[in-house]
């Protein structure tokens, strides 16, 4: 599995999620978004609509019908209801991805220490690979 971890800087959580569901969907794959926050998901899902005409990002909440068909799904839980393989934590706040092939955590600035901690316990786990990203003069770049 790999996990990757996003300082978010510049950019607003739903610009970031939207840059992320593109390249997963770009992929064939599906992706879970989660953030206990109702307002907060709201936010991502008009980020996902509204990323651009030649990047549309079909979305929907977990919990409403025909959620298995969507390629994007919004949940304050980490369950997948359209089968996805990727996961965003897009609260800064870590849950088990266990049965994703792969894990985001977004975090700024407030939830940093958590991330932090969240990085260290991750250390040494078997058959898992970390990454950590930030912005440089606005570009992601990998710096772990």
Same mark, same amino acid.
């Given at each position: ?23 997963? $969907?770009?992929?064939? +794959? ?18 996902? *609509? ?15 019908? !025909? ?11 980490? +369950? ?13 706040? *870590?849950? @088990?991805?266990?049965?994703? +092939? ?16 969240? *990085?260290?316990? $991750? @250390? !040494? ?14 570009? *992601?770049?990998?710096?772990?």
């Amino acid at each position: 599995m790999k996990v990757d971890f996003w300082q978010l800087s510049r950019d607003p959580v739903e610009k970031v999620v939207a840059l992320i569901a593109g390249r997963v $969907l770009g992929s064939d +794959e599906r992706l879970l978004v989660v953030a206990e926050d109702a307002q907060r998901r709201q936010e991502i899902s008009r980020g996902l *609509w509204k990323a651009g005409p030649e990047s549309f990002l079909a979305n929907g909440e977990a919990s409403g019908e !025909g959620a298995d068909q969507h390629p994007i799904l919004l949940s304050d839980k980490c +369950e997948s209801p359209n089968s996805a393989s990727h996961v965003v934590f897009a609260d800064g706040e *870590w849950r @088990d991805p266990a049965g994703f +092939e792969r894990a985001f955590l977004l975090f700024d600035e407030s939830s940093l220490e958590a991330a932090r901690a969240t *990085w260290r316990s $991750l @250390d !040494g786990a078997e058959g898992l690979e970390r990454s950590f990203f930030r912005q440089d003069d606005g570009k *992601w770049v990998k710096v772990a």
